[in-house]
């Protein structure tokens, strides 16, 4: 009588466990085409600063097996930005959009270190410690940078969202999965972004087209643009 009870008590146990999110999420299958919403903070922002409500809470990452676009809005919609990544030839083109003036730049890989000069170089730190982020499991790394200045980011990536090479153009292009937690810095903006919802949809693949209406101008250009823009949010 007492193994009956005791194998009707691991039964119980095995459905509970087998119920709760943290299984799903284990027998979760691997997705190819969908939606990635990221809450954003600013750690460097004092929280009643004026320019806080200035600046943008959520940002979206749609992707396909070998293209995403990333989208950001702030400043109650007067500046927006558009980024299509083609991954498997590592380009994009970086669309910009200020009040009337709208401009789009055709970066190829040789064109990253124009965008990312401000990085100082980087170790990247892979660690045993797993969480689970928006439903996906994720592993941890460090990234570690070589100026004393520069503070330690925390990296939580996946490897259950199928997007090939999804951060080439990024400091962190050595890591294999697709990033749900983690920090950038761009014009001294120091920049947080942690998944809250991954969606797994059919994706229209006129989304990663080149917008109409932008005029073209090289990385340099844009970059420039880009740096008075973020220069107003730090008043």
């Not at 809450?39 to 600046?55: E, I, Q, R, T």
């Not at 490897?159 to 014009?187: A, C, K, T």
Request: hydrophobic share 40%.
């Amino acid at each position: 009588m007492r193994t009956k009870d005791t194998s009707m008590t691991v039964v119980l146990l095995a459905v509970a466990v087998l119920g709760n999110g943290c299984s799903q999420v284990l027998m979760r299958d691997h997705i190819s085409e969908g939606i990635i919403e990221y809450a954003l903070s600013f750690p460097d922002y004092d929280p009643n600063g004026l320019m806080v409500g200035m600046l943008p809470e959520r940002t979206t990452l749609t992707f396909g097996k070998d293209k995403q676009l990333a989208e950001l809005s702030a400043g109650m919609g007067v500046f927006r930005t558009a980024i299509v990544s083609d991954n498997a030839n590592q380009r994009m083109d970086y669309h910009l959009s200020v009040l009337s003036k709208k401009i789009v730049a055709h970066i190829q890989h040789r064109d990253l270190s124009t965008l990312n000069k401000e990085e100082p170089p980087l170790v990247i730190l892979e660690t045993t410690e797993v969480d689970t982020i928006a439903g996906y499991p994720c592993r941890k790394a460090i990234a570690i940078f070589a100026s004393i200045d520069a503070p330690e980011i925390e990296l939580y990536y996946t490897d259950r969202i199928s997007m090939r090479d999804p951060n080439w153009f990024s400091p962190f292009s050595e890591l294999p999965g697709v990033l749900l937690r983690y920090e950038m810095v761009q014009h001294g903006m120091r920049m947080r972004l942690d998944a809250v919802a991954v969606r797994s949809q059919k994706v229209d693949q006129e989304l990663f087209s080149l917008k109409a209406g932008y005029e073209q101008v090289s990385p340099e250009v844009l970059d420039h643009e880009l740096g008075e823009v973020l220069s107003t949010f730090s008043l």
